[in-house]
């Protein structure tokens, strides 16, 4: 399933792609629902930095999904290549349950606009497979699909737009 979000970010090209690759853990405190982001690993190589970073969600768990949803859950790997010629990064986020079902991965392009703001362009793909999901009947797994991963992309994409929102927040303090 196709992920796409566009947003306008009030500052030029180059402070906002250097905030959101370098200054993600700051940027958290901005981000509802989003208690921390922590740098696991920082490589910089040739024309490219890779970063794995983890998002820990804010939010409780109501009681009745505790036995079930365990705090270690909330949280999810975020690979990313940060090509700085490109002023562009591929991504690839890895959730912390259902490992081999969930694959989601893409880009943000950040662009130049005329009047010195910048355009965050998100670009990713969504798959599960439900089919291999316990307790999914496999009967079921084929025409279930496209309805929840259109449910999930639905909640991704505002949140997507709130990490954006958050770092022209940032950025608006810090400037």
């Known amino acids: ?3 796409h979000s566009e947003s306008l970010i009030g500052h030029p090209r180059q402070a906002v792609y250097d905030a959101y690759r370098d200054r993600l853990p700051e940027i958290a405190e901005y981000i509802p629902d989003v208690k921390e982001i922590v740098v ?3 490589k910089q190589g040739d024309g490219v930095l890779e970063l794995h970073n983890v998002w820990i969600a804010d939010r409780e768990v109501p009681v009745y999904a505790r036995p079930f ?12 290549q940060w090509r700085d010629a490109d002023h562009q990064v591929r991504w690839r986020l890895a959730t912390r349950v259902f490992t081999e079902q969930v694959r989601c991965a893409g880009t943000n392009s950040f662009e ?3 009047d010195g ?10 798959q599960i497979d439900l089919a291999k999901i316990p307790g999914v009947p496999r009967l079921l797994a084929g025409g279930l699909k496209p309805k929840v991963e259109q449910f999930i992309v639905s909640l991704i994409t505002p949140n997507l737009e709130k990490v954006n929102e958050s770092l022209q927040r940032f950025l608006d303090d810090h400037a």
């Not at 949803?69 to 975020?78: F, N, Q, T, V, Y």
């Not at 703001?117 to 969504?126: A, H, I, R």
Request: hydrophobic share 40%.
């Open 40 to 42: 696991e690993s920082r």
């Open 112 to 114: 130049e606009v005329e």
């Open 117 to 126: 703001s910048t355009k965050v362009v998100l670009e990713g793909d969504l």
């Open 69 to 80: 949803i365990k705090p270690e859950m909330l949280r999810w790997d975020d690979y990313a």
């Open 1 to 3: 399933m196709r992920i």
